[in-house]
């Protein structure tokens, strides 16, 4: 008899324990900021091309804005590489955005890149600083079929990142798709001293840092653990991740979220 009372307290006990481990599981999720998910709008720019200005001053206004059926904008700005030789070195440019708007040329089969140049879930392009044109291409990519995806902080430290990332099922008929990730921060201002913008103080949104492709997504979606360096000329404070899902050969987004590091970073710690 006392073996059978000893094994219901040990039980209750134990029963607390894990009641009260839930407890702290939850108040530690639902303190984690939620990511915003919604319609992916890359810009190609460069502060070497005069051009440029207005159209990250409309990408600045769109940043975080939400669409009337309450999917947020998500932003990128990327800048090219090939107005380096104009006397102005662009500190965020990067060949890797250039070969990548290059693919978009291909696919799009316009003549070739160039700035400003917005590109909304893969699938619609014009010139950047086009508000009307940005504003049609919204509409429609509200209209799409999507897949949810998340992000989530695990780990923030000065030198690197760890990021949970989450994607439901892809919508009908999508096979498989690629998942990328990137780093980008929140905001940056530039006093230009040469090219085309000399003597203009530039301010720039979401301005990429770092962009990788992680992998394949299959039709049941995925769940996956990432760790990012922090970029040397990074700070935690001011970067933003940002995950989007793309059917291959830089087809049609399908699903894109983004997350402020900093908020997320307290609710870890």
């Not at 316009?110 to 909304?120: A, D, E, L, R």
């Not at 760890?162 to 780093?183: F, I, W």
């Not at 000399?198 to 769940?223: F, M």
Request: hydrophobic fraction near 40%.
């Amino acid at each position: 008899m006392g073996a059978v009372k000893s094994l219901l307290v040990a039980t209750t006990i134990l029963l607390m324990n894990c009641s009260a481990a839930a407890q702290k599981v939850a108040s530690a999720n639902s303190a984690q900021p939620k990511s915003q998910s919604g319609i992916l709008v890359e810009l190609f720019t460069s502060e070497g091309c005069s051009s440029c200005p207005p159209a990250d001053e409309l990408l600045r206004k769109i940043d975080a804005h939400t669409m009337p059926n309450g999917e947020a904008i998500v932003v990128l700005g990327e800048h090219v590489d090939y107005w380096e030789a104009t006397g102005w070195h662009d500190r965020f440019s990067s060949h890797d955005y250039t070969e990548r708007q290059q693919e978009y040329a291909r696919r799009f089969n316009i003549s070739g890149p160039y700035t400003p140049q917005m590109v909304v879930d893969g699938s619609k392009e014009f010139v950047g600083n086009d508000g009307r044109l940005l504003e049609s291409a919204l509409t429609e990519a509200a209209t799409k079929a999507k897949a949810v995806v998340s992000i989530s902080v695990e780990d923030l430290s000065t030198s690197d990142v760890t990021l949970n990332v989450r994607v439901g099922p892809l919508p009908s008929g999508v096979k498989h798709s690629d998942l990328y990730v990137a780093l980008a921060d929140n905001s940056d201002e530039t006093h230009v001293a040469g090219g085309e913008n000399s003597g203009r103080t530039l301010h720039h949104v979401a301005a990429v840092q770092n962009l990788q492709r992680i992998g394949k997504v299959g039709p049941e979606g995925l769940e996956k653990q990432i760790r990012l360096r922090i970029p040397k000329s990074g700070n935690p404070a001011n970067l933003r991740a940002i995950a989007y899902v793309q059917q291959p050969d830089l087809g049609a987004v399908i699903a894109a979220a983004t997350l402020r590091l900093e908020e997320a970073g307290k609710a870890t710690r």
